[in-house]
T-cell receptor
Framework: KAGVTQTPRYLIKTRGQQVTLSCSPI?????VSWYQQTPGQGLQFLFE???????NKGNFPGRFSGRQFSNSRSEMNVSTLELGDSALYLC???????????FGPGTRLTVT | GEDVEQSLFLSVREGDSSVINCTYT??????LYWYKQEPGAGLQLLTY?????DMKQDQRLTVLLNKKDKHLSLRIADTQTGDSAIYFC???????????FGAGTRLFVKA
């Protein structure tokens, strides 16, 4: 079974731009969560989608948004990028066993 | 609010046992996890334990949970150089919708 895939793996953007990251969950998984990982703040929960609906949300500004498609693929969008948005963005998917969460390799975003 | 704390570094010799400790604050935590992250990679789920369990063993890994003290530990037996990585402790409530992670413990294994 293929794992969680994220595209692109690396991205460089300029302050003020916007960016869209993509995540394809493990086949059959309907829940997708997004996390931001930085050296200073560690791993922080952004949001979670299940069956195209946002089910839970972390404490991030409205510039961070997401969506999920009917095939469970998810996208995360960050608008008006700031230098502090430079991070590794990780996506994770869950199947029927809610407590088992599998992570993708991440997208490393650098904002200059 | 919820918080998960763990020491930042641990250094062991190859062949020794490693013990990584973690404390959490949320008494409603239902699931507790250990993840491993190697350089440039995502997080790998190593093992998990339910809050109604005291211990779980999986090959070289032993997880101990002291619910009264809200203390979780991961013991790696016969530690190998390939075990060098960052280990994250995490907790989530029933349903596991929102997972709170510790800052990670960087394990160095000396040959």
């Amino acid at each position: 079974k293929a794992g969680v895939t994220q595209t692109p793996r690396y991205l460089i953007k300029t302050r003020g731009q916007q960016v869209t990251l993509s995540c394809s969950p493990i086949s059959g998984h309907r829940s997708v969560s997004w996390y931001q990982q930085t050296p200073g703040q560690g791993l922080q929960f952004l949001f979670e989608y299940f069956s195209e609906t946002q089910r839970n949300k972390g404490n991030f500004p409205g510039r961070f948004s997401g969506r999920q498609f009917s095939n469970s693929r998810s996208e995360m969008n960050v608008s008006t990028l700031e230098l502090g948005d430079s991070a590794l963005y990780l996506c994770a998917s869950r199947g029927l066993l809610d407590y088992e969460q599998y992570f993708g390799p991440g997208t490393r975003l650098t904002v200059t | 609010g919820e918080d998960v704390e763990q020491s930042l570094f641990l250094s062991v010799r190859e062949g020794d046992s490693s013990v990584i400790n973690c404390t959490y604050t949320d008494s409603s935590s239902t699931y507790l996890y250990w993840y491993k992250q190697e350089p440039g990679a995502g997080l790998q789920l190593l093992t998990y334990i339910f809050s109604n369990m005291d211990m779980k063993q999986d090959q070289r890994l032993t997880v101990l949970l002291n619910k009264k003290d809200k203390h979780l530990s991961l013991r790696i037996a016969d530690t190998q150089t390939g075990d060098s990585a960052i280990y994250f402790c995490a907790e989530s409530d029933t349903g596991g919708f929102k997972t709170i992670f510790g800052a990670g413990t960087r394990l160095f294994v000396k040959a």
